[in-house]
């Protein structure tokens, strides 16, 4: 059987996971860009990702997606060009892209996906757009044409959705403004009021996941380098599991308290069945040991957790590709039909 030049496209804030239908394989990389005298390209993905926060003066690191929103189409398009030249079977020869988009995105916001295949490398492309909860639903095994009520919570880089879907769609969708960089954030201003000194956002990320624990009371810690508050100057310290789980379970204690409201808008009977077959957690965060034990004692809900978490709408993408019978999800941004 002959397979269609097709890719998948989880274009995040913070990572780009890419599915190569020929291949039938995934990789994922940072989706940040370094630019040199300008808008030069000097570095993309990972090779971009290992100069944040200690780059020379004369590069600039930049985020060209934010919230599943292009905001600059150029960049995007060369991030996407480099990293399907480098990790998948591209040759370039007209590929058909499906692209998971957030639900609240305007039709403006739509067409900037279809402007890729309009204008540089990646021109005379096909695209299509596949909403993130259904690729979610998909992955995770949801009977779209038959649930009466699926919650699904997928923790983001930059936000966290929250959709319901029934009736074969998402009836109720919100974004709360909560992430993992906002753990991350969280977490640098712990320790920089504990220990009194800095520490990067990558090094908080890394202590987010290693030290957070919902299950038990964190004892444990770990020595990590930073800049002193006072002098400026490099030091180390140990930081505390106590100190991080503290300032992750009070981001996490907001979101709840959103989610709560959330779940206030939903209908009776589909509250019901939500609370039957329990909320699905998705998302890189869900990684967090414990989370879901949070949040089922804050919610009263049962939750459970994507077998796949922070890849779970690219697996999504893949089924939807690899079974032509569910491509009825995918929509043309340039008709605006599905």
């Given at each position: 059987m002959r397979l269609e030049n097709s890719y998948g496209i989880d274009l995040g804030t913070g990572m780009v996971k890419?599915?190569?239908?020929?291949?039938?394989?995934i990789t994922q990389e940072s989706t940040m860009i370094a630019l040199r005298n300008g808008n030069?390209?000097?570095?993309?993905?990972?090779d971009a990702y290992s100069m944040f926060e200690k780059?020379?003066?004369?590069?600039?690191?930049i985020r060209p997606v934010s919230n599943g929103r292009i905001n600059d189409i150029l960049m995007t398009e060369a991030v996407l060009h480099t990293l399907l030249r480098r990790n998948t079977t591209y040759t370039g020869s007209r590929p058909t892209l499906y692209f998971s988009v957030p639900m609240d995105l305007t039709e403006i916001e739509k067409r900037a996906y279809a402007?890729?295949?309009?204008?540089?490398r990646l021109?005379?492309?096909?695209?299509?757009?596949?909403?993130?909860?259904?690729?979610?639903a998909i992955a995770v095994g949801v009977p779209l044409h038959h649930t009466k009520g699926t919650m699904i919570i997928n923790l983001g880089a930059q936000s966290t959705e929250l959709s319901v879907l029934a009736d074969e769609r998402v009836i109720i969708n919100r974004l709360v403004p909560i992430g993992g960089m906002q753990f991350d954030q969280a977490v640098r201003e712990g320790v920089l009021h504990k220990n009194n000194f800095m520490i990067s956002s990558r090094t908080a990320q890394?202590?987010?996941?290693?030290?957070?624990?919902?299950?038990?009371?964190?004892?444990?810690g770990r020595k990590v380098y930073g800049l002193d508050r006072s002098s400026g100057l490099p030091r180390d310290g140990i930081v505390s599991a106590h100190t991080v789980t503290r300032m992750v379970r009070h981001e996490c204690l907001l979101l709840a308290d959103e989610i709560r409201k959330f779940i206030d808008r939903i209908?009776?009977?589909?509250?019901e069945s939500i609370r039957r077959d329990g909320i699905i957690l998705t998302g890189g965060s869900a990684r967090i040991p414990g989370i879901d034990q949070y949040f089922r004692s804050q919610l009263e809900y049962p939750v459970r957790i994507s077998q796949y978490y922070g890849m779970s709408t690219i697996q999504g993408i893949r089924i939807l590709i690899r079974?032509?019978?569910?491509?009825?999800w995918a929509i043309d941004p340039s008709r605006n039909t599905v």
């Open positions: 890419i599915y190569d239908q020929k291949a039938d394989h030069q390209v000097f570095a993309v993905g990972n780059a020379p003066a004369d590069v600039r690191i402007s890729i295949a309009q204008k540089g021109r005379r492309s096909r695209v299509f757009l596949v909403e993130k909860p259904i690729a979610d890394r202590l987010k996941f290693v030290l957070t624990d919902f299950r038990q009371e964190p004892s444990e209908p009776p009977q589909v509250q079974r032509p019978e569910m491509r009825h």
